[in-house]
């Protein structure tokens, strides 16, 4: 069963200094910092509110200067809400390269209201900050190129197999990524070996897998006292990780002190 039609995004509205709305969307790794938004003279622009002791504060660019306090912003601040999950709003939101913007529009779309999107500068060295971008001009208010341009990285691989070792040249791969907390109904965990290969209805971690040519883990394994990533197989008790030019592989006892990620249902949530 797909995810109903999407709704409409929600917003909060209340004044500087009213109390501080429940689910509101936070930016992107930052503990108090929410997307909002404020009109002025009929035109929109977003900006970053705060929760300030319980009650409402944020701050918006214009121009050169930055818009903050009851004296620069008067009438109705509007702060996102995302009240629900994916399985009752059809939607959820995630933040994306702006270098990305035009990828994925089928399945996708760029939150705005007018010609303004709110953008990030995640990497900005005094701290992170919110602001727009007016998609009418491409202009970034507070200068948010810095975090658009990061260079040219690559993404380094190593894999063991069949007792060989892969890397550099390992061809297509995937990478396992962590949604907002908001969306998602499980929680990660590093756990033993020993706690997630129980049975039984009182199982509280489940492995995380993939059933390729066998029920395969993330596994953290200790070999000669350093730890390196590798992988567990839960079925067979084997687990192994690749260095040194070759799969180096445990088995047996041995196996139930390493480190495979789990994952357990939140409250209210179960696994299919």
């Given at each position: 069963m797909g995810n109903p039609p999407p709704k409409e995004d929600e917003w909060a509205f209340g004044p500087i200094g009213s109390p501080f709305p429940d689910n509101p969307v936070r930016a992107?790794?930052?503990?108090?910092m929410y997307v909002a938004l404020w009109y002025k003279y009929g035109v929109p622009?977003?900006?970053?509110?705060?929760?300030?002791?319980?009650?409402?504060?944020?701050?918006?660019?214009?121009?050169?200067?930055?818009?903050?306090g009851v004296k620069d912003?008067?009438?109705?601040?509007?702060?996102?809400?995302?009240?629900?999950?994916?399985?009752?709003?059809?939607?959820?939101?995630?933040?994306?390269?702006?270098?990305?913007?035009?990828?994925?529009?089928?399945?996708?779309?760029?939150?705005?209201?007018?010609?303004?999107?709110?953008?990030l500068w995640k990497d900005r060295p005094e701290g992170a900050l919110l602001g727009y971008m007016d998609n009418k001009t491409e202009l970034h208010c507070i200068i948010f190129f810095a975090i658009l341009t990061v260079g040219n990285l690559q993404v380094a691989a190593c894999f063991g197999w069949n007792n060989n070792e892969y890397r550099e040249r390992v061809g297509s791969?995937?990478?396992?990524?962590?949604?907002?907390?908001?969306?998602?109904?499980?929680?990660?965990?590093?756990?033993?070996?020993?706690?997630?290969?129980?049975?039984?209805?009182?199982?509280?971690?489940?492995?995380?897998?993939?059933?390729?040519?066998?029920?395969?883990?993330?596994?953290?394994?200790?070999?000669?006292?350093?730890?390196?990533?590798?992988?567990?197989?839960i079925r067979n008790e084997k687990a192994s990780a690749?260095?040194?030019?070759?799969?180096?592989?445990?088995?047996?006892p041995g196996v139930q002190n390493q480190i495979v990620l789990c994952r357990k249902a939140r409250p209210g949530y179960k696994f299919d």
């Open positions: 992107l790794g930052q503990q108090n622009m977003h900006g970053r509110a705060w929760n300030n002791g319980g009650v409402l504060e944020c701050s918006f660019p214009y121009k050169t200067a930055e818009l903050f912003l008067g009438g109705q601040i509007q702060v996102l809400q995302y009240k629900g999950d994916h399985n009752t709003l059809g939607f959820w939101y995630e933040w994306i390269k702006y270098k990305d913007r035009f990828e994925k529009t089928e399945i996708r779309q760029i939150v705005h209201c007018g010609d303004s999107w709110p953008i791969l995937q990478i396992l990524i962590e949604l907002p907390d908001f969306i998602r109904g499980y929680d990660y965990s590093w756990q033993p070996f020993s706690v997630c290969a129980k049975f039984g209805d009182e199982k509280e971690w489940f492995p995380v897998y993939v059933d390729r040519k066998g029920i395969i883990s993330p596994c953290v394994c200790t070999f000669d006292g350093k730890q390196i990533l590798g992988k567990a197989d690749a260095f040194g030019g070759k799969e180096n592989v445990m088995v047996g």
